[in-house]
């Protein structure tokens, strides 16, 4: 099936320019201008959430992020929810604490916060650690007994990460490793979130299977839209 995929990675040239006008973020600048000015550079339209992540990542890499105010009025929070930050500077793109009835602690972008808490709804475990710089991935791999693809979170660099954490907790079946995005504890376990958060309407299961991890499982539909969010894409991705 080759490349024909609708599968772009990301260009240094792409990243330079989202950079470059992140960086004048002064909230007069939209994401439609950047996603029109990325599409006369390249000719490859972005989707919009993807730029938006983008942003924020690069942002958070090289330490520039530029706290924006914003409305908390504006954004829904769902009934079972209560903000725990007071301080709304992170952007709208920023993660705010949110508490759950159950006492659960979060972070949520706004635009989750009417979704609920994430782990009641058996979508996240454990909460994000907070400035911990050691390394992590995101990796996302593929079952082929399933037909479905898996979004998780290991500690430590690279495919080692991923096939210790397979040895430490396994899955009943054979999986191979499709992509992974090699960055911080934090801000892997934020990018983790935000694939799951996105990704919800294509769950696999939504009873327990009877193996750890069921809740990361997504329908392959979300290959093409989530493997721009990688930074690594093996060759195993193209023949799924
Ligand atoms: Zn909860």
Same mark, same amino acid.
Do not use: H, V
């Given at each position: 099936m080759g490349k024909n995929y609708g599968y772009n990675k990301w260009t240094e040239q792409e990243e330079d320019f989202v950079l470059e006008n992140a960086k004048a973020f002064? @909230?007069? $600048?939209?994401h439609e201008e950047i996603l029109r000015g990325l599409k006369q550079l390249t000719g490859v339209e972005r989707n919009k959430k993807s730029i938006q992540h983008k942003i924020s990542r690069l942002l958070a890499k090289y330490g520039l992020h530029n706290p924006q105010k914003i409305n908390f009025e504006s954004y829904r929070l769902h009934k079972d929810l209560t903000l725990l930050?007071? &301080? $709304?500077?992170? @952007?709208?793109y920023g993660q705010y604490r949110v508490m759950c009835t159950q006492g659960h602690i979060t972070y949520k972008e706004p635009c989750n916060w009417?979704?609920?808490?994430s782990v009641c709804a058996g979508d996240f475990v454990g909460g994000i650690p907070q400035e911990d710089y050691r390394p992590a991935v995101v990796y996302l791999i593929y079952v082929e007994k399933l037909n479905a693809l898996k979004i998780g979170y290991a500690t430590g660099r690279g495919v080692d990460a991923i096939v210790t954490r397979f040895e430490r907790w396994t899955i009943p079946y054979k999986y191979t490793i499709v992509a992974y995005d090699q960055s911080t504890r934090t801000e892997a376990a934020e990018h983790e979130q935000w694939l799951l958060d996105n990704t919800l &309407?294509?769950?696999? $299961?939504?009873?327990? %299977?009877? $193996?750890?991890?069921?809740?990361?499982f997504r329908d392959k539909k979300v290959l093409k839209q989530i493997? %721009? &969010?990688?930074e690594t894409v093996l060759d195993t991705a193209f023949k799924i």
């Open positions: 002064d @909230g007069t $600048f939209t930050d007071t &301080e $709304f500077d992170k @952007g709208s009417r979704y609920g808490c &309407e294509y769950k696999t $299961f939504y009873t327990s %299977p009877g $193996f750890d991890g069921w809740t990361e493997l %721009p &969010e990688y």
